[in-house]
Every structure is written in C-alpha cells, then in structure tokens.
C-alpha cells in the first residue's frame, strides 16, 4: 500500500515541504488547523539561497518581482551610524512579508498538484513499524482516522507533533519583551536600508516594506503589558532610541511578544520528523527564520523522496537530522550573540562592540565571511567529509554559482542553477575522455552526468564533444553533486572509487563494484 506523506502545517516550510514531495512523486496531504492563511506580515527577510530554493520550486523570480531588496545595513549607537554594511546583488536580501511568500508557495504547490486542507486538525498519532497512525479533526466537525507513511510537523514552535511525538524543545525565552510595528512613517530614514539603532535604552530595528509602510521592531520596558502597547508607546519608544525626527502614523499592526530560543532535541524520532519553527526557534536577529525552515524542507524533502520510492535507504533521513540540527543549533547560537550585542549597555562593552562594527565595515570582513553567511551561501555540512577540495569544490559546501555557458540550455548561467535539483549529479572536471568515466557509472539510471571545463566556463554533456579551452594544469577530477546543490565527494578519475562508495551509501539498487575496486 502507497501510503502518502502527512504534513502538518501550511505556512512557508509546510507548503515547500509539501510542493517539494510532489515534485519528486511522492504522495501527500497537506493539513493546517486555520480556516485562512494568517495575514500578519511576521517573518520579513529573504535571503539570495532562499530565493534560488523558491525557483526550483517553480517561483520563476516571483520573489524578486515582489520583494524589496535591500540596499545595506546601517548600524547606529546612540542615534551615530558607526558602520554600513553594503550588498552585492548576489548576497542582497528581500523584504518579502511572509503572506507574501505564502502566496508564492502555495501557487507552487497548485502547479506542483497539490492543496492545503484547512480547518483540518491533528489531534492524535501513533507509530508503528511501517506507517503512522492519526487521529484528524476535519472543518465539518468529524473526526477520523487514517494511514500515512509519515508525519512532518511544521506547525510551528507550539507544535502539536512535537508534542505528540514526545519530543523535547530545549533552551529559554529572553527576559525582554519585544514590540512590533507596521506603520507609516515621516522622516529621514532611506525605505531600501535596515537601520538598527542600539542604545542603553534598548534596541530598535526600522526597516522599508514592499507596501511602502515601515516595520518598527524595538525592546520593551518590563513594565509594558501586550494590552497597553499602541501606537502612541511604540512612538515614544522610537523618540528614546532613534536618531530624532520620525513621525509614526497609520499603523496596520501592532503586537508585543517574548523572544526565544529553544530547538528541539532531537529533529526525528521514528516515522516522525520536524522542520522549522516546530524544530527550532530563535531571535529575529539576522532574518534566519523563514529562510532556515526553507532549508529544513530541501534538505529533507529530497532524501524522504528517496527513502519513500525505495531509491535509498532509510538511514539517509538519518542525515537530515543530523545536519538540519546542527545548522539549528549553529542559527540559534548566532541569533542569541546577534540580540545579545544589540542590548549591552555597559560603556566598554559599547565601545568594543562599536569598534568591532567599524573594522568589520571598513576591512570588508562582514562583506567576505558575515554577509555571505547570513545569504546563505556559506552552508556546510560538515557531517560530509568525503575528500578533500577540489578546484574550488568543498565536500559539504554549496556549488559554487559563477558562471558557466551550459549547452544544455544554450545560455550563460550559474552553475549551481544549471545542475539537476531532482537528482544527483557526476560533474567531471577538465576530462578529455570522457568514455572510460560514463561506462563506469552507465548502470545508474538515476545520475545526471555532466562536464565542465573550469578553463572556458563551459558545461556539457558526455559525447556533446565539448571541447576543452587548453589543457589543464592539475589533474582531471570528478564531484558528486547531491539533488541540494551540496558537494558529496570530491575525486581524482584516476580513483572514483569514494565516487562510487556514496553512491552505494545512499541509492539504492547498491552499485556493482567496479573491477578496479576488486
């Protein structure tokens, strides 16, 4: 019996979830306890990797069509800018609010097959050796129960399959409360930078919107009630923190809330697994949430697709909790040292932190290590160590995305966007003879093979007869590309050996070995 896959939750990570497994086959349902998508702009950052993720998904560059990229980062103490962190288009945000992305998404999904049941709610769940059980509860009232494969919670950091599963959610809520703000606003603050003021008095985050409005986030006095917050508070607290000046008016929003930072202690537990805020949550700092649950649906929706069509084995999704809970865990970390430095207060903390802004501006360290990271670009997943790197390719890390002219479509592209996201991909590198390689590898129906010439920028395909710009100074070597766009091996095709030994690792049917292994 083809069981579908359950999944809990139709904000952002439910709906690429989803859209993702019917993408690659699978079968799903698609559930979320709300009657109507929650037209709060919560979540506004989207980062350069999410964007690529939401073009696989079929977006076709709706995001940046909607979203409102941002120019920089202007960091002030004391109403004094001390650093301007300035973004390349390749590392640039969006402001993109979350209904926004959700209107993306589930327009993916229609197009993918799918839809969401709303008014549908899960009250109940048991696992067996094979499928999980689940008790639903369906808008008209009903109740009932029924079969699937599997059960991906995306519900969010008060996650009822966390709950039901008896999983942990570890860490603390910071003592602050924090007030939000989607306002009009008079002034001298460019509507296409983030402006983050920091003072004694607390911190404050102003930020355009694509609606021409501003968000406001800003600290709280302990003393403020979620009752008592209105426009005419959080105006004041602007006058205190901000650099003078700014009328707030016509507000569309406003809300106060705690901040915390908990992830769950453990991402999987038999037939059950977590993905985004139902997995982790953190501080705003940074605009890694959304962007973090997305990474959480790609990882997992390639290697669950394997595992459900029976092309891997099940300790793959073993990989998925592995690296998306140490990525979790690595966001938190970052997010809580982020929110930490916004609230100091102490003189030479000030000052220390001032001066780290200005050197980090000035040098270009942010715009080297810092933006790309935030971009997501710098992901590694260090559980990946399967050779070493490889003419610019690192087992573990993103592809890289300068340019290629791809054959295959005729057109100069990045390369990362050129490679197969439904597969795995053999990229052989400055080979001339390409025969010996492809033989090897032809019993594995399921790899795109590919040739680059890393000389001319060049991608083919074997037997296209693409020829090699000159004849390159290193050794011809092969990278094994997963469907996420992440390097699993690295090798010289001399020895492909560690090639073909993932390749048993994952897929299945296991590959023959190759008389040279012998």
Same mark, same amino acid.
């Given at each position: 019996?083809?069981?579908?896959?359950?999944?809990?939750?139709?904000?952002?990570?439910?709906?690429?979830?989803?859209?993702?497994?019917?993408?690659?086959?699978?079968?799903?349902?698609?559930?979320?306890?709300?009657?109507?998508?929650?037209?709060?702009?919560?979540?506004?950052?989207?980062?350069?990797?999410?964007?690529?993720?939401?073009?696989?998904?079929?977006?076709?560059?709706?995001?940046?069509?909607?979203?409102?990229?941002?120019? !920089?980062?202007?960091?002030?103490?004391?109403?004094?800018?001390?650093?301007?962190?300035?973004?390349?288009?390749?590392?640039?945000?969006?402001?993109?609010?979350?209904?926004?992305?959700?209107?993306?998404?589930?327009?993916?999904?229609?197009?993918?097959?799918?839809?969401?049941?709303?008014?549908?709610?899960?009250?109940?769940?048991?696992?067996?050796?094979?499928?999980?059980?689940?008790?639903?509860?369906?808008?008209?009232?009903?109740?009932?129960?029924?079969?699937?494969?599997?059960?991906?919670?995306?519900?969010?950091?008060?996650?009822?399959?966390? !709950?039901?599963?008896?999983?942990?959610?570890?860490?603390?809520?910071?003592?602050?409360?924090?007030?939000?703000?989607?306002?009009?606003?008079?002034?001298?603050?460019?509507?296409?930078?983030?402006?983050?003021?920091?003072?004694?008095?607390?911190?404050?985050?102003?930020?355009?919107?694509?609606?021409?409005?501003?968000?406001?986030?800003?600290?709280?006095?302990?003393?403020?009630?979620?009752?008592?917050?209105?426009?005419?508070?959080?105006?004041?607290?602007?006058?205190?923190?901000?650099?003078?000046?700014?009328?707030?008016?016509?507000?569309?929003?406003?809300?106060?809330?705690?901040?915390?930072?908990?992830?769950?202690?453990?991402?999987?537990?038999?037939?059950?697994?977590?993905?985004?805020?139902?997995?982790?949550?953190?501080?705003?700092?940074?605009?890694?949430?959304?962007?973090?649950?997305?990474?959480?649906?790609?990882?997992?929706?390639?290697?669950?697709?394997?595992?459900?069509?029976?092309?891997?084995?099940?300790?793959?999704?073993?990989?998925?909790?592995?690296?998306?809970?140490?990525?979790?865990?690595?966001?938190?970390?970052?997010?809580?040292?982020?929110?930490?430095?916004?609230?100091?207060?102490?003189?030479?903390?000030?000052?220390?932190?001032?001066?780290?802004?200005?050197?980090?501006?000035?040098?270009? @360290?942010?715009?080297?290590?810092?933006?790309?990271?935030?971009?997501?670009?710098?992901?590694?997943?260090?559980?990946?160590?399967?050779?070493?790197?490889?003419?610019?390719?690192?087992?573990?890390?993103?592809?890289?995305?300068?340019?290629?002219?791809?054959?295959?479509? !005729?057109?100069?592209?990045?390369?990362?966007?050129?490679?197969?996201?439904?597969?795995?991909?053999?990229?052989?590198?400055?080979?001339?003879?390409?025969?010996?390689?492809?033989?090897?590898?032809?019993?594995?129906?399921?790899?795109?093979?590919? @040739?680059?010439?890393?000389?001319?920028? !060049?991608?083919?395909?074997?037997?296209?007869?693409?020829?090699?710009?000159?004849?390159?100074?290193?050794?011809?070597?092969?990278?094994?590309?997963?469907?996420?766009?992440?390097?699993?091996?690295?090798?010289? @095709?001399?020895?492909?050996?560690?090639?073909?030994?993932?390749?048993?690792?994952?897929?299945?049917?296991?590959?023959?070995?190759?008389?040279?292994?012998?």
């Amino acid at each position: 019996m083809n069981r579908p896959v359950l999944v809990v939750g139709a904000g952002p990570v439910g709906l690429a979830t989803a859209t993702e497994l019917l993408r690659r086959g699978v079968p799903v349902r698609l559930i979320d306890k709300a009657d109507q998508p929650s037209p709060l702009t919560k979540a506004l950052g989207v980062w350069p990797r999410t964007v690529e993720i939401l073009d696989r998904l079929g977006a076709d560059g709706a995001a940046g069509r909607r979203g409102l990229r941002v120019r !920089s980062f202007r960091y002030y103490s004391s109403a004094r800018q001390v650093a301007r962190i300035r973004f390349p288009d390749r590392t640039a945000p969006l402001i993109l609010p979350q209904p926004e992305v959700e209107d993306i998404l589930a327009d993916c999904l229609t197009r993918a097959g799918g839809a969401v049941e709303r008014g549908t709610e899960l009250l109940d769940l048991v696992q067996h050796d094979d499928h999980v059980t689940v008790r639903l509860r369906e808008s008209r009232g009903g109740e009932q129960v029924e079969e699937f494969s599997r059960v991906v919670g995306c519900d969010g950091a008060s996650s009822t399959v966390r !709950s039901l599963a008896g999983i942990g959610f570890e860490g603390a809520t910071y003592p602050h409360t924090f007030v939000v703000a989607d306002t009009r606003l008079d002034g001298p603050l460019t509507h296409d930078d983030n402006h983050y003021f920091c003072s004694p008095r607390g911190v404050l985050v102003i930020a355009g919107l694509p609606t021409g409005q501003f968000r406001v986030f800003t600290s709280a006095p302990p003393e403020l009630t979620r009752a008592g917050t209105d426009l005419d508070v959080v105006q004041r607290l602007v006058d205190e923190r901000g650099p003078g000046g700014l009328r707030l008016h016509d507000a569309s929003w406003i809300s106060a809330f705690n901040v915390h930072a908990r992830h769950a202690d453990r991402p999987m537990v038999g037939r059950v697994l977590l993905a985004g805020d139902a997995a982790h949550i953190h501080s705003p700092a940074g605009g890694q949430g959304l962007n973090t649950g997305v990474y959480d649906a790609y990882n997992l929706a390639w290697k669950l697709a394997l595992v459900e069509q029976g092309r891997a084995r099940e300790d793959l999704l073993h990989s998925y909790a592995e690296e998306r809970g140490q990525a979790a865990k690595d966001v938190v970390r970052q997010a809580h040292a982020q929110t930490k430095a916004w609230m100091l207060t102490k003189p030479h903390q000030v000052a220390l932190r001032d001066l780290a802004l200005r050197v980090a501006s000035a040098t270009r @360290v942010a715009h080297l290590s810092y933006v790309p990271t935030l971009a997501g670009l710098r992901a590694r997943y260090f559980s990946i160590h399967s050779g070493q790197e490889r003419g610019g390719f690192t087992p573990g890390a993103l592809v890289g995305d300068h340019l290629v002219w791809d054959v295959r479509t !005729s057109r100069r592209t990045p390369l990362r966007a050129a490679l197969s996201d439904l597969r795995h991909t053999l990229l052989l590198c400055d080979v001339t003879d390409h025969s010996s390689v492809v033989e090897q590898f032809e019993a594995d129906t399921g790899l795109d093979v590919r @040739v680059l010439d890393t000389a001319a920028g !060049s991608l083919g395909l074997p037997g296209a007869g693409l020829p090699l710009h000159r004849r390159p100074k290193g050794s011809p070597f092969a990278v094994l590309v997963r469907p996420d766009q992440h390097v699993a091996v690295c090798a010289p @095709v001399t020895d492909l050996g560690p090639v073909r030994a993932e390749l048993r690792r994952v897929l299945r049917p296991v590959l023959p070995t190759h008389p040279a292994e012998r």
